[in-house]
């Protein structure tokens, strides 16, 4: 499977404005943050299955609003939801032949981005 390069997800916001109706954001523009802070943070948890195993988004025509609602979709680029939940290295043991390791270490290879590299080109990000 390919790893996705945008998730979209509905997300349903009540009018703050409506009696008895409460948001956790004093603006639009902050609720619409909020809501893909929130979304970032759940779906981090599925970046090592590459996003197989996330929630499925549900389709808008299928969303049931009531009239002091209003649907709005929330986009999470992939490629920089990885990269910011990146920076956690983890320390893996190597197994190369011996000559290969001597002459990697001759030639100043870094071994540890060329490793990444190749994993990074075999998963296609």
């Given at each position: 499977?390919?790893l996705?390069?945008?998730?979209?997800?509905?997300?349903?916001f009540?009018?703050?404005?409506?009696?008895?109706?409460?948001?956790?954001?004093?603006?639009?523009?902050?609720?619409?943050?909020?809501?893909?802070d929130?979304?970032e943070?759940?779906?981090e948890?599925?970046i090592?299955s590459?996003?197989?195993?996330?929630?499925?988004?549900?389709?808008?025509?299928?969303?049931?609003?009531?009239?002091?609602?209003?649907?709005?979709?929330i986009?999470?680029d992939?490629?920089?939801?990885?990269?910011?939940?990146?920076s956690?290295?983890?320390?893996?043991?190597?197994t190369?032949p011996?000559?290969l390791?001597?002459?990697?270490?001759k030639?100043?290879?870094?071994?540890?981005?060329?490793?990444?590299?190749?994993?990074?080109?075999?998963?296609?990000i």
């Amino acid at each position: 499977m390919a790893l996705p390069r945008k998730l979209i997800y509905p997300a349903v916001f009540s009018y703050d404005d409506v009696d008895g109706c409460y948001s956790q954001a004093d603006s639009t523009e902050e609720a619409l943050y909020m809501a893909k802070d929130a979304l970032e943070l759940v779906l981090e948890d599925y970046i090592s299955s590459m996003f197989e195993d996330a929630p499925k988004s549900s389709q808008i025509k299928d969303i049931k609003v009531e009239s002091n609602q209003c649907v709005a979709l929330i986009e999470v680029d992939v490629d920089q939801l990885i990269k910011r939940n990146s920076s956690k290295t983890i320390n893996k043991t190597l197994t190369l032949p011996s000559w290969l390791t001597e002459l990697g270490i001759k030639n100043k290879l870094n071994f540890s981005k060329i490793l990444q590299d190749g994993i990074k080109k075999e998963l296609g990000i």
